[in-house]
């Protein structure tokens, strides 16, 4: 009897700690993947609401191609819809993508088709 309370308490207690873990995060957090093949020098993620793209998140930094960049964002932060903006290194062009609901998607995976000069979004 003894050995089964334990164990109980050990699940009781794992469980409180995921339930933790998941409410220290901002619903709208996010991981950004490059796979578009060229480095991007700036990242903008804004509400669809908003009128301008706000800051930088990237700041100085450059995201190479391969490289996952996990946003995170604000808990007082409500938004559920946002929109992201890339600029690639080498010319300064540009991708956007507007009106993503950040409540259910926590993955953005960006891919450049070369034959159709075309930036895509997949959205898990």
Known sequence: MGMRMWLGSVAIASSMAVSAVAWAQAKQDFTLVNNTGYALSEVYVSPSKADDWQDDILGRDI??????????????????????????????????????????????????????????????
């Open 63 to 124: 995201m190479d191609d391969g490289v996952e960049f996990d946003i995170s964002f604000d808990r007082a932060d409500k938004s559920c819809f946002w929109d992201l903006k890339v600029i690639y290194h080498d010319d300064n062009s540009s991708a956007v993508w507007q009106g993503i609901d950040l409540c259910t998607v926590s993955v953005i995976t960006i891919k450049y088709n070369r034959q159709t000069d075309t930036t895509s979004a997949v959205f898990k």
